[in-house]
Structure formats: C-alpha cells, structure tokens
C-alpha cells in the first residue's frame, strides 16, 4: 500500500503560493513533511525548500511573477491547458467550484478552483482516492506544466516533481493526452507555447519511476 500523500499534497500546496515571510515561517513544519515522504517525493521538496531559505524574499516574489504570471506555458490554472479560454473552461471552473463547495472548502471571490495550490488544498482534505482521481482528471496539464518549468529551468520544477510522484504511472492514454496538449496548445489560445518533445522524454520525478 502507497504512503498516505495528503500532508505532501498540503505542503505542497503551500509551496506553490505566492512566497510570503508566513511561507518562510513554515518551512521547519514543511521540512519535517518532506523528510516523512517517500524519497521520490520528499526528496524533491527538501531542494526546493533549500532554495526557498537561501534566496531573499524579493527575488523569490519576483521570480515567481516571472515565472507563473509572465508564462503562458508556465500557467497554474490547470483546466486552461485543456479548454484555453473557452466556454468550456468555464464549465470546468463551475464544477470544480461546486465539488469543492460539497467538500466544505469555500474560495474567496479572486480565487479561481483550477489553481494547482487550490486543488492539491482540496485533495489533502478528502480521501486519498478522491484527490488522487481529481489530480489525474488533469493529469496532462499537470505533466505539461513540469515539462514548462524544466524547460525554463525554474525554481518551481522540483515541486511539480514531486506531485507527480504521488500519482500514479502514466498510461498510454495519459501521456498521449499529453503529447496533444504539447502540440497544440489549449484551444483557441496557442500564443506563447513553444513546442515539447514527445511525453516519453518528459523529465521523471526525482527517484525515478515507479
């Protein structure tokens, strides 16, 4: 039986937020999950914490505008990479929003629930299979942006690493799903995404597969 990965999905779920001196302050708590984890998933997490306690909180803010607001490939808003800005992307939104609602789990009016940070919060609150089903619904978003974040050699990359390793293997299905997005980019939105190997060459989570 796999490790239960709900106190990896709330760390990071926290890592992928805006960095904050309250992010910095959580740091002992998050290293103490990170070190609890599966190596393939702790593992990854501890460098990122390393760099998120040697670099100045400036720099951190800024890279991560840099990163996950000035790119579009880079984009947290998951259901984008699968409907762009399409009408159905807006149905994505209304039924995530209202199985987060059925779950207890209330969004501020700014917060939109395909937000990796959000739904990973969701995930670490439900059952384990219930989260890990929600996660794989977008799987190849998923995949696509930790693709992004290798390719840009981003601070963040370690983080998606991680996820991913609390998920299981992709399967056929899965990385063609993938290689689709990679090729042509979210629906009527294609601006700014440069093209990606095929998912085969997709970097692995630290500690290889599984």
Wanted: with cysteine.
């Amino acid at each position: 039986m796999r490790p239960d990965p709900r106190h990896a999905w709330q760390a990071q779920s926290l890592l992928l937020g805006y960095p904050t001196e309250e992010l910095l302050g959580h740091v002992p708590l998050l290293r103490r999950v990170a070190a609890s984890a599966e190596t393939r998933v702790g593992e990854p997490m501890s460098r990122f914490l390393d760099h998120l306690e040697a670099t100045p909180l400036r720099r951190l803010a800024s890279d991560y505008v840099s990163t996950f607001d000035q790119q579009k490939r880079c984009c947290l808003y998951l259901t984008y990479y699968a409907y762009g800005d399409t009408r159905k992307r807006g149905m994505a939104l209304l039924n995530l929003k209202q199985t987060y609602a059925a779950a207890g789990l209330r969004l501020v009016d700014d917060e939109l629930p395909d937000h990796l940070a959000v739904m990973l919060e969701y995930a670490s609150g439900v059952d384990v299979q219930i989260g890990r089903d929600l996660l794989n619904t977008h799987r190849a978003g998923l995949e696509l942006l930790r693709l992004a974040l290798h390719d840009c050699e981003a601070a963040w990359a370690p983080v998606l690493d991680s996820i991913s390793a609390t998920l299981p293997v992709l399967r056929g299905d899965e990385r063609e799903a993938v290689a689709r997005l990679a090729a042509q980019g979210p629906p009527e939105e294609q601006v700014g995404l440069a093209p990606y190997p095929p998912p085969q060459l997709l970097p692995q989570p630290s500690g290889g597969r599984r």
